[in-house]
Each structure stands twice: as C-alpha cells, then as structure tokens.
C-alpha cells in the first residue's frame, strides 16, 4: 500500500491513549492473573488495537497511534516490564483515580521491546497512515515511582532515560518516523532546574535517532516551563490549550515559539463535543497572533482520550479533523 503523504498545514492526530476496547480490558485482567505470558497477551491485544485504527480512520486522522490498548497505566505498563522494579501500593492520582505505584528497588534495565511490537502491528492495519511511536518519558516515571535505589533524582531520572534509549532505538530500527516522548509530571514541578533535568535526559533518549521528536505536556502550570522547553532538543512540543481556555497563547508570542506545535483544541475532561465551527475558530485563534505558520501546527486533543466513552472520542475527532480541513480549504492548502 501507498505510503500516505501528509497534508502541508494543520496535520490531524492524536496524542495517544483511546477508551479501552473490551478485548484489551480482557487480556490486562488475564495477564494480571498469570494466565497468559507476554507474547500471547499482545496477540489478544490486536483486535482492539484494529478497532482503535478503525476509528481513527473513520475520523479521518492524519497521524495515528496504537491507542494504547495494552497500557492499563502508563508508567505501571513500562515499569512492569523493565528490570529493577517491583509492584506497590494503590495510590490516588485524583478523583476516584487510583494506580500502583511502582517501586524501584534495583538497578533500572532494560529486557526488551516493551511498546514496540503494538506499534508495528497498529502500523500493518494503518492503511499507510504514519504511527507515532509513544513511551511515557524518564522524567514522569521517575516522579511517579517510588525510589528505594538510586535516592538522587537526577541519577534516577538519567539511568531511566538510558533504559528508554534501548526502546527508541528499536523504535527507530524497525522504522519509526514520529516518536513522543509523554512528561506530564513536568507541568506539576515547573522549575528550571527541572526543566534542565528532563532536558539532559532528553538528549541522551534522542541524541542520533532519526525520526521527528515530539514532548507531550499536559495541565499544570505549562507557561512556567515553556521558556525552557523551547530549549529541549525536540521538534515538537505538544501542549494542552483547550481545558485552560487558550491562556498558554500569549506566552508562546511572549517567548518567541519557534518549534512546531501540538495544538490541543479538544477537551479530554468534557464529554461534550466540540462543534466544528467551534474548533475553526480556536484553530483560528492561533492563526491570527502569527507565532507560528500552518505548516508547523499539528491539530490534536489536548491529551489522550481514554477516559471518554467511545463515541464521545470518535465524534470529537470526526469534527476536529473538519475543522482543520476547513481552515486548511481556507488557506488554500487543499
């Protein structure tokens, strides 16, 4: 099949993570019980995996991802599946939101691809579309892992950015184009030194690795950081807009952005669907302060949609990929 060539402005995609498809709920609660090893988990994994795809393609999204069917957490997922981790104890996040919080009482390594072969497979039913290769960064699981090893943050934080490394480069080797790098936990510490922190980690994850460079941040106070992400050695930073009205946007004139944009302009936190005309007009309104060109904006939601129902997340892709169309018609990008 014909690769699928991208549109020059205001390309579509998503951030990562869908509402869990029944086939993947199955085989995470099969997996937990030891009834199934590793292999023939992620063999159960791809019907959901499909379906996601699916929805994506129905939506029209120009970049996809595998929907992260196989992750019931996104730092649990990996730290299950490297060395020097054991389980821990259920900790709140927020709400009725709970997860484990993994301890980390040896040294961090690396045992093998841990996302890669749901990558690939979500590439082979992608019609051509390009995947984005997606782990949850070194930074962000650190902080949300308790440390019983190392007890120096930045050592920790750097010896997992060297497991993560092996992961990329097998990303890259079997043929990644996209690769994000997900730091939510930077937004809650927004400090320079921290900031410095995951950047240094960064560079070891990213330093050669042929493929666009992508950080995911969501929530928190993102302004604070930005002066200094735009130093990360990155393509593109991807941010959350939506949820917080837009007010990331006079920063980005204040600093100068210059990288290019994750746009987030569907809320993840609602499930009220965003209307066409509505998301043309938050398109628009970054537009129209020229901090950067269309080229250079991706239009996405402004974090994964896991926590929606299914058919919330479809429609609020359906419409958003119009929107973008729209505003690219407009432009005289198609």
């Known amino acids: 099949m014909a690769e699928y060539r991208l549109p020059r402005a205001l390309v579509t995609t998503v951030v990562g993570s869908y509402p869990l498809m029944p086939e993947a709920a199955e085989a995470i609660r099969r997996r937990k019980r030891g009834e199934i090893d590793e292999e023939t988990f992620h063999e159960l994994v791809k019907p959901a995996i499909k379906a996601v795809v699916e929805d994506y393609l129905w939506a029209g999204v120009d970049l996809l991802s595998d929907g992260e069917q196989a992750r019931e957490d996104m730092v649990v997922y990996f730290a299950e599946r490297m060395g020097g981790y054991r389980p821990g104890d259920w900790v709140r996040i927020f709400d009725n939101v709970y997860f484990r919080k993994p301890i980390i009482e040896g040294d961090l390594e690396y045992r093998g691809p841990m996302a890669v072969m749901d990558w690939e497979y979500a590439t082979s039913v992608a019609r051509g579309r390009p995947v984005k290769a997606i782990i949850t960064g070194p930074y962000t699981m650190i902080d949300w892992s308790f ?188």
């Open 147 to 334: 440390d019983l090893r190392y007890g120096d943050r930045r050592e920790a934080v750097i010896a997992m950015a060297k497991v993560l490394r092996r992961e990329i480069e097998e990303f890259a080797r079997r043929g990644a184009k996209f690769i994000q790098v997900d730091e939510p936990a930077l937004s809650t510490r927004p400090y320079r030194e921290e900031a410095e922190l995951l950047k240094e980690a960064l560079e070891v994850m990213l330093k050669g690795i042929d493929a666009k460079k992508i950080v995911h941040i969501c929530f928190g106070r993102i302004e604070k950081v930005l002066p200094y992400a735009l130093e990360f050695p990155v393509d593109q930073l991807d941010l959350e807009f939506k949820n917080s009205n837009f007010r990331l946007l006079p920063f980005l004139k204040e600093y100068g952005y210059d990288k290019e944009l994750g746009y987030g302009v569907i809320d993840v936190h609602s499930t009220r669907v965003e209307t066409v005309d509505e998301i043309v007009a938050d398109i628009k309104r970054l537009l129209d302060m020229d901090i950067i060109p269309p080229e250079k904006v991706y239009v996405d939601p402004d974090c994964g949609l896991k926590r929606l129902p299914r058919e919330i997340a479809r429609q609020k892709l359906r419409n958003m990929v119009e929107a973008a169309r729209r505003v690219r018609r407009e432009l005289g990008y198609e």
